[in-house]
């Protein structure tokens, strides 16, 4: 398998490469590079430097570690790295690294430092020279560990010195190489942004270019570097953000070899399907189809009521009505993914970690299926891929669209799932939705939609006692969906929204408000 973005591209803009020694924040590190407007590449900390120099970056950046460089076998960048004229900006063990390397000396701290931590500018240029640095030279940094540097290497200064006598940053002027004991790429180091840029702009001579614009002018030329003029790419559609993202630039790039296949699993919200269907039509010039596999997912969910067990058949089903279609178009060469970077850290090794439910996503097609990837989002979050679906054209019903799970309604129906329970939650759903868009509430919240519980409860209806099911409405904040708090929805909202479920679906009997929070909740029902 091969991944796009880490093919040699002979970018035409300045970048910055990341040297990726496997920190936490080395993807926040990229972000920041890029919310400076400089293009920046994340690459393996052991990249061989012909294949570094060939992308003739402007710096190169060596992200941090869970390693230590005095233990067996601690990472290292090629050497040449420092020799290569190119300014280079280590953070927390990337500064260690440079300042072994170099000739200081690196040592296993006696207080680790953890958390917010005071330092004291010694030299302003060229990382601290802004104004965002108080004249008296006093600032906090977020730092996070255990190794220091107690001597900086021939040739470097001592920029700032933590309270605990820390050297909390270095540089050697003449060679434009620089350290940060510190983490500026946090939000918790107030100014950290302005060392970056200080550093991209000042040291590197990096400008601003990297806009939604010219990412999709980068990735369009990527995208045809790529793939062949013989090449044809299928792309595997959900009507959400990050696959439409994907459709749409491939689109630009090389419609008249591209293939998009929407499996339609039935599972969607009211009306949904037919929206994505014609807006996919309406826009995307490459070849469009619309497989309709309602039944064939209704049938192998009968009678199915564990959550994970719905989970797995629809995800199998999936690969299985994609691969059939896809292979029914002939000689294809090539899947496009809407993989965006919280999926790779997701789908990646965070060992030990328990699994609450296993997601299925059209984001993760198996390797079975025998294509090369095309996977241009791989390195973006989720806000600079609406940035680009904008620059693309695509409308807020896409880019606003609130997330919604990949096996769709099936895990909002509890128990096992028919046509007509189907029909119930996307009606319900739908007076949700509608009630709290009308009341002006829709850009407060992170997800809202009703669940179809297996209660059946006794009311009234007229004169008649009536006997009928349960609709939990689910409404909740959340910055990222680890946590997620219920939402203090108005009273008259709720309802309004009660009195017309129950009022136009008359099987429901009743309506009830979820206020579970995440933990010990989770946001979906099942
Ligand atoms: P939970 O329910 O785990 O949900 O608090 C967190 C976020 O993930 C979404 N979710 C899913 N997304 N496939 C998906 O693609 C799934 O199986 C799935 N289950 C939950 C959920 O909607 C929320 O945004």
């Not at 560990?145 to 050297?167: C, I, M, S, W, Y």
């Not at 980068?218 to 045809?224: L, P, Q, T, V, Y």
């Amino acid at each position: 398998m091969e991944h796009f973005l880490n093919e040699d591209s002979n970018s035409i803009r300045e970048k910055v490469v990341i040297l990726d020694f496997g920190g936490q924040y080395s993807m926040l590190i990229a972000r920041r590079v890029r919310e400076a407007g400089v293009f920046c590449e994340l690459l393996p900390y052991d990249t061989p430097w012909d294949e570094i120099k060939r992308l003739a970056p402007a710096g190169i950046i060596l992200s941090g570690s869970p390693a230590s460089v005095n233990q067996e076998g601690a990472p290292r960048c090629d050497r040449a790295v420092y020799e290569g004229g190119i300014p280079v900006l280590g953070i927390c063990y990337g500064m260690h690294l440079l300042a072994e390397e170099l000739g200081g000396e690196v040592v296993r701290g006696t207080r680790s430092e953890f958390g917010r931590t005071s330092f004291e500018i010694v030299e302003r240029e060229p990382l601290f020279n802004d104004d965002n640095f108080d004249d008296a030279g006093s600032c906090c940094a977020w730092m996070s560990h255990q190794d220091e540097v107690v001597k900086a290497p021939p040739g470097f200064h001592v920029l700032a010195r933590t309270e605990n006598n820390t050297l909390a940053a270095i540089g050697d002027h003449e060679r434009k190489i620089y350290g940060l004991q510190f983490h500026p790429e946090v939000f918790h180091t107030p100014g950290g942004n302005n060392v970056l840029k200080r550093f991209l702009y000042d040291v590197c001579g990096c400008s601003w270019s990297w806009t939604p614009k010219s990412f999709v002018e980068d990735a369009m030329e990527k995208i045809r570097q790529v793939v062949g003029a013989d090449d044809r790419v299928v792309c595997a559609l959900s009507g959400g953000v990050d696959s439409s993202v994907v459709a749409f630039l491939l689109d630009r790039a090389i419609s008249d070899r591209a293939v998009y296949i929407f499996v339609d699993h039935g599972l969607l919200r009211l009306d949904e399907a037919g929206q994505v269907v014609k807006l996919y039509r309406e826009k995307l010039q490459g070849q469009f189809i619309h497989v309709n596999a309602k039944k064939v997912f209704l049938e192998a969910l009968a009678g199915i009521t564990d959550p994970e067990e719905k989970r797995r058949i629809i995800g199998s089903e999936f690969i299985k009505v994609f691969k059939e279609k896809a292979l029914s178009m002939g000689d294809i060469t090539y899947l496009a993914q809407g993989t965006i970077y919280p999926d790779v850290i997701e789908s990646g090794s965070i060992s030990g970690a328990a699994i609450i439910k296993s997601h299925h996503n059209v984001g993760g097609l198996p390797e079975e299926l025998g294509f090369d990837l095309v996977e241009p989002l791989r390195e973006l979050f989720k806000d600079e891929v609406r940035l680009v679906g904008a620059e693309l054209g695509l409308p807020d019903t896409i880019l606003k669209r609130q997330p919604f799970p990949g096996p769709g309604l099936a895990v909002r129906i509890v128990g096992d799932i028919t046509a007509e329970k189907l029909s119930l939650l996307q009606k319900a759903d739908y007076i949700f939705r509608e009630e709290l868009y009308n009341a002006g509430l829709n850009d407060e919240m992170w997800q809202y939609f009703a669940v179809l519980t297996d209660v059946k409860v006794v009311g009234v209806k007229g004169d008649d006692r009536h006997y009928g099911p349960v609709i939990a409405l689910r409404a909740v904040v959340s910055e990222d969906a680890m946590t997620a708090d219920w939402a203090r929805l108005p009273y008259e909202l709720l309802d309004k929204t009660s009195l017309r479920i129950t009022g136009e679906i008359p099987e429901i009997a009743r309506v009830v408000y979820d206020i579970t929070s995440k933990p010990p909740g989770t946001i979906e029902w099942e």
